[in-house]
Every structure is written in C-alpha cells, then in structure tokens.
C-alpha cells in the first residue's frame, strides 16, 4: 500500500511537472486562469522614451528615421539642434512626479482588476535595469529608477489587481535584430542574447501575472522560440499557475495560438467568440503613448468607452484600457477623469459586470444599444439587461427576455421596486422604471435591469 502511494505521488508529481510540452497543440490545451476571465477590465501603460517627444504617437522614433513622416521630420529640425539623437531624449525622460503608490489607487479607482505596463515597447528602451539593455534602461539614463519594479511593488502593496506587463519582441533599430533579419531570421543572435535573457529576467524579477507580447509580426515563432519560453512560463516560472499571456507570438500566431486573443489593436467583433479574447484600446484615439498636441475631441468620452466595454463584455472579452503618461510621470486629469468615471459606473454596475458570461442574446432583438451578460447561481440564472440609452417614457420594451411567472427585475443601485410586464405573445419584457432624473439615478451613462426566473 505504502509503495503503491509513493508511486502514485511521484508519478503524479512528475506528470505535474512536466505538464506543457513546447508545441502549440500543447499550450495551447492549457486552461486559462479564471481570474481572468472574472475581471474583465484591464488597465494599459504605454511609457517610454516616446514619452518625452509625446508627439505622434509612440512609433516616434520609427516616423522619424524609419519611414519619415514628413510632420516629424519637420518637427526635429524646426525644434532640436541638427546633430539631436533620438537616444538624447533619453536623459529627458525625467519621471520627477512618478508616485507609484498615486498611479496604483487610480488604476484600481477605475473598476480594473489588472494592469499592463509595458516594460519595453520597439525602441528598445527597458523601464526596468536590465541587465541585457546596457545603457539604454531607466535606471541607468533618465528617471534613474527602476519603474517596472516600484510600479509592481505600489500596486501589491495598495492593491488587489493583478500586475502585468508588456514586452516586444523586435527592436526597430537594434543591429543585432537587423542582422538576424538580414540573414532572413536563420541567425538567432538577436533572440538568444536580448529577447529571451530579457523575458526571463522579466518573469524572475516582477512575477508579472499577464505577459502581453507584441512586435512579433516580422518573424516566425521558431525564431522567437516562443513556445519554450511559453513552456517554462507554465511549467517552471514562479508565475505558472496564474499568469496569463496574449496571442502575439509569431507571425500568424496572433488570434491563432496563445493564451487570450488580441487579433488586432482594438478588436470588437461584435459577437461571441469561441476563444477567450480582449480589446486592447485607446482613450486617446489616436496613440498609445501620451501626445502633447491631443485635442479633448481626441479622448473618447466616459460614453464612447462604456459603449466600448459594455459590448466587449457581452460578447465574452475583457477591455485593456489605455492611459499614456507623461514624460515627468504624471498621468494627466483627461484620462484620470476617465479612470475615475469608470470606477463611478462599475461601483453601481459592476455585478452585472464582473464573473458573468456571454448570454444566448448579446445585444437585444428589438431595441437598439441594449447588451446583455449572465451569471450562474447554484440554483437561479441572473440575466443583466444594461441599457446605453434611457428608454422613452421610462419604459423598457425588451425583445430578448421570455418571462415566467417567477420572474423578478430590479435596478442595479435602486432599491425601489421595478414592475414589469410580458411583452405580446408572452415574448419580451415590458419594464416600467420609476421617473428618475440626473439627480436621483443610481448612476448616469449606461443602466443595468438585472431578471431572475426567465425561462431563456
Ligand atoms: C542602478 O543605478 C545605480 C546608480 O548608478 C547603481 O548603483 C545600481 O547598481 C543600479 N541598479 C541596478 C539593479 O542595476
Ligand atoms: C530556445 O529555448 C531552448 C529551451 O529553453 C534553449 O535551449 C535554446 O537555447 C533557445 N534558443 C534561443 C535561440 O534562444
Ligand atoms: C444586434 O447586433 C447585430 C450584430 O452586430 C446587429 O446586426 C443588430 O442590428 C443588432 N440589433 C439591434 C436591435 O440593434
């Protein structure tokens, strides 16, 4: 008996160990945390170099020298001397107002259960003092300070969320990937000595719980060796139980292989996917990285986004929300004001937000800008109608819903009684709201009808 459990605690543990083999077929099979489907809003931090210009977008550097664009070019010479490098704004990248503790309470004020900061975008700067980016990380030139570690340790200190990070791939300028590139990616130079070192590094030193990879697109996932990185992240890494990772890991891999999907920046197909997925977006409609020359009418409004990640939601993805801060590490009260709206909204709405699933109907069979999400209970199914526009009349005619005579309705953050009826042929839901106004509404912008005992 006793051998018999010894065997079977070894083989168990050696089976245990050795879960994911370094092949799609493999990795792919592994089942994604379910924190993560749970938290449905993320917040994304795009923060770097770019930071400093803050004009355009973060691919700066690549609109300058890259494939110029002739308003940057322009830009540099009517503004900097003729021999400038873009490596100079490095020492410019000054964080002075960077209070990791402040950006924490905001990001986890907004609703967000995960944050995304990106360690390292395609200029190939590290927030991070990395050991495999001499010279051209934050603690050595610019903030001389480590932002990805103090970042990390300000939201586990002060928060619940879960810390993750961005990483590229590729590096525009880096020689070295030049090389590899020049040899038609049959060297790996670039990927044994930078790539690789950095990630595991990464992993090691801030235990991030989401790694979203980017800058995959030029290069097959053999010559990222992705899949053996992925392996030991889900077998080994200290994070192997609980991190999560994107789709980006290779050419063709993007909405293909992975942990979550990001297809393409923004995605919102408007419909229930058959994998888990996330819309990576932008307040700032226009870039990523914090642009100085931003219009109001370029930053979505606390509508825009409700309409973004009410739908998102409904069709089964989480929304990785968008701030970029500046150059002396403030975030500014544009996108605060946004962070803050949504946490207003998620504090009333956030049950029929938080741990649900995608329902039979995502948006409604009648009614425009009605979306729904549902939540399992042991013994009853809650359905959430979530409104984007109060109804006329304070009548809500659902086309969705079909009712039994246990159904119940209520208003998310209204404790008062919502009566409703059955629509024609015992098909819909008529739903009379008491008059409210701006005043006496649980919360303006969007509206949650939460039903219990409907027969769908
Ligand atoms: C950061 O920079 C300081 C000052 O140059 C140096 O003493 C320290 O070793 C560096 N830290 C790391 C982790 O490289
Ligand atoms: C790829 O990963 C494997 C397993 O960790 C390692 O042995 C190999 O050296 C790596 N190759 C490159 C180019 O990083
Ligand atoms: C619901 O969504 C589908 C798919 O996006 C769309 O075709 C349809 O018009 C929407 N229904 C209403 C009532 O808006």
Redesign the pocket.
Known sequence: MATYLVCFVLLFSFVNSLKYD?TWDSLDARPLPSWYDDAKLGIFIHWGVFSVPAFSSEWFWWQWKGKPMPAIVDYMQKNYRPDFTYADFAAMFTTEFFVPEEWAEMFQDSGAKYIVLVSKHHEGYTNWPSKYSFNWNSNATGPNRDLVGELAAAVRAKTQMKFGLYHSLFEWFNPRYLDDKESGFKK?DF??TKT?PELYELVNAYKPEVIWSDGDWEAADAYW?ST??LA?LYNESPVKDTVVTNDRWGSGCSCKHGGFYTCSDRYNPGKVQKHKWENAMTIDKYSWGYRRNARLEDYLTIEDLLTQFISTVSCGGNMLMNVGPTKYGKISPIYEERLRQMGQWLRVNGDGIYGTKPWVHQNDTVVKNVWYTMKKGATETDVYAILLEWPDNNLVKLGAPITSKDTTVSMLGYPEKVTWTAGAGGKGINIQIPPLSVETMPCEWAWTFKMTGLQN
């Open positions: 370094p790996q990927v044994r690789m060796n053996n990185f030991w």
